[in-house]
Nanobody
Framework: HLQLVESGGDSVQPGGSLRLSCAAA????????VGWFRQALGKEREGISY????????DYAESVKGRFTISRDSAKKTYYLQMNKLKPNDTGVYYC????????????????WGQGNQVTVTS
């Protein structure tokens, strides 16, 4: 049974930090990509970052570059998004998702999605 479970979302003040976690279960492929996406109310979904499981290649959206870092813990089968210097326009529902190839760009359609986790940045 495939499963992606996000956690770590919260309400924080501007300039604060959060770490989102995505726990993966039931994955049997050798090559796949895990990406983080977000969607704010009234806006289209935005790709944030990805990491390729086979080679550790990463990429980031320009809007978060220098503030967010993606990483993984292979033993725990968990993927992380460390978010620093948060801004009000970072507010949204954050999703992790998997694509069954390596180095899948954020513009591509991912294959399997978690349930989402709310991040709110406000004074």
């Amino acid at each position: 049974h495939l499963q992606l479970v996000e956690s770590g979302g919260d309400s924080v003040q501007p300039g604060g930090s959060l770490r989102l976690s995505c726990a993966a279960a039931g994955f049997s492929l050798d090559y796949y990509t895990v990406g983080w996406f977000r969607q704010a109310l009234g806006k289209e979904r935005e790709g944030i970052s990805y990491i390729s499981n086979s080679n550790d290649n990463t990429d980031y959206a320009e809007s978060v570059k220098g503030r967010f870092t993606i990483s993984r813990d292979s033993a725990k089968k968990t993927y992380y998004l460390q978010m620093n210097k948060l801004k009000p326009n970072d507010t949204g529902v954050y999703y992790c998702a998997a694509a069954w190839e390596q180095d899948v760009p954020l513009e591509r359609v991912y294959d399997f999605w978690g349930q989402g986790n709310q991040v709110t940045v406000t004074s």
